[in-house]
């Protein structure tokens, strides 16, 4: 517990030895049950024992508004038998996930612990739409939830914007959507294993015009997590571990509408500065990226905050292909939010392990050659985001 | 950003430099008003503007239950004008203020941030009693709850069996009460500022047999705040800091009735070690402390917990005045959570606004003689409990 490990030397750093998601969809089980699948098989993967672990995080937005559970928590270190590991339930909206990677990577830096668990998940698709509609439009500036203005409405009046501003294809979105469902075809966990043509897309119901019902995200349940140690711990249990190089998480303005140019994702744009300057890498280092595709248009904006494309041309390198699996950049290998869906405090979390499978060579038939990954988390429209680069072990 | 801060020298610690509550009591404000007055409050108390500010931390339990806000904290950074500071909400239930301190301490010393800003607030009183017992129950383990077990029930069979095996006067748990509000007289921003005789204590209503209205702490609405950085960096603003010098977390079992000795706290027992441990102090250099007197029986269990009175004797100290203002170790100096009142997420920031005040010099009536201050904030009944000692600068 005592403060040593952090400052014994600068080299020390934080390694992922442990990774898992259950099965996303429509799933039976209760929030606790599902947090619980996902941390017992992380601990199974890492082989490491619940006694062994310090801080236990629970990346979850809402298991009191959907679920009338506020101590889940609590409830998960004593199912996990890993008392008395502390605990805390960190929430930053849709990003909590990626803020639980921040907190763990905190609390094995602050030498606070030796051992982290950190299990992110989501139950939602029991709620009827309207109540999960109330439940996360109140992550949104109440004045703007009060004039009807929602995340989705938000997306379509950004992508409206970014076709015409930049003159870009409609198809150029719907590609988006095509690409990730393909990947997802190949994630025995994604909610969605199967393929959609762009025909399907781009003639499925409107949504918020332009975009339409493939141009979103499904409600899914579901749960990840992770396994956090020192790299000098991490050793001891195995060679294929990957590391935390950087992490940092921004904010943008909560009034979306206050925003300069609604193309332009402060918060991305900040943490991803923030988290390539702290692991010495630049966008050209990277080689496969999960990014935060709620909707797809936020896939573009990502690109761009990233510096991966410049400001309005993201759309040309999906049209290149450049970010298909057997692309320069890979991106949402996983199937992304899109087709693996998006139960909320877990999403940020899955994302970190799917590029932790890739880096230490568990992805399987969605393996690309990697040794660099990048993942970015987005809370709210943009509101606070989290940024995460990991590397392979050498 | 990069973590170079913590691995400077071994002797950098994490120093409180700026602390405020707001009025605690039945307010008009909602939850992000009440956290904004707190947050600047500490800002203008420190001299530091919100630009400076890395990190904000938002200890707060149910503003999605109680108000339909999540997006609080990204609000709150909005309001502060603190963009682009990363921000997050701290859950713990209860101990949302404590786990706060640990989350803010693992910034500042994890290099993640050099100006981290916490601050707890809870929005209740505008609820019916019906609709916060539900709430607060919430907190429990589902099967307790079901069967119609709350906190306030475990808290007098509790009572029941310290008193009934130690045989203790029921007059001794009374005279918590009666200490807490005449400390209480002193804190203009205490919801109760009025002292109460052991008469009214043991003749009002019965909650839950031997425990009585006068007991138990009241609903709340209110909000503080307290300001974080490294020790390098508070020189650069006062001569009159307070220091981090334990902080700890630890868990006890999720269903109550799995304890072994119900008026053993584990969590209290394990954190306070750590903390103890860390800081290099003993219970005999403790000058002052703030325990989550929730419940008047829970004074007792801490003050054992944490080794200032052997099992079943803390009640003696109580009778004999040592925990007086006056007294070897004043507890609850604020007025505690019986008086003071117990807004959840502000609870474990305000205890160590106290400790600050107290250490800095600038607790006015309440002022005591102390350079070494504990808080101890209690997450459920004791599910998972937070410890703090804090030192003044020298």
Redesign the interface.
Known sequence: ???TQ??D??S?RVAVIGASMTQFGQREEWILDLLAEAGSECLDDAGVDAAEIDHLYVSN??S??FE????V???L??DLN????????????SSSGG?GI??A????????SEMTLLVGGEKMTHKTTGEST??IA?????VEYKHGVTLPSFAGLTARHYLERFDVPRASLAKVAVKNHKNGVDNPNAQFQREVDLETVVESPIIADPLRLYDFCPVTDGSAALLFCPESVAQEYTDDYAVIAGV????????VHEREDPTVM??VV??GK?AY??SGYEPDDIDVAELHDMFTILEFLQMEGLDFAEQGEAWQLVEEGYTEKDGDLPVNTSGGLKSKGHPLGASGVAQAVEIYEQLVGEAGPRQVEADVGLCCNV??FG??V?TTIMEAAE
């Open positions: 517990m005592a403060p952090a400052t030397g600068q020390e937005m809402t009191g508004e009338g559970m506020t101590g928590m609590n409830a270190v004593h890993a008392m008395p590991a502390y605990t805390q339930r960190v929430d930053q909206t803020a921040y907190a990577w905190q609390s094995i830096m602050s030498g606070a109330d439940i109140s992550i949104g500036h109440p940092a998480g921004a904010t943008d303005t909560h009034v402060g918060g900040e943490s923030e300057e702290m809370g709210g509101n606070c989290i």
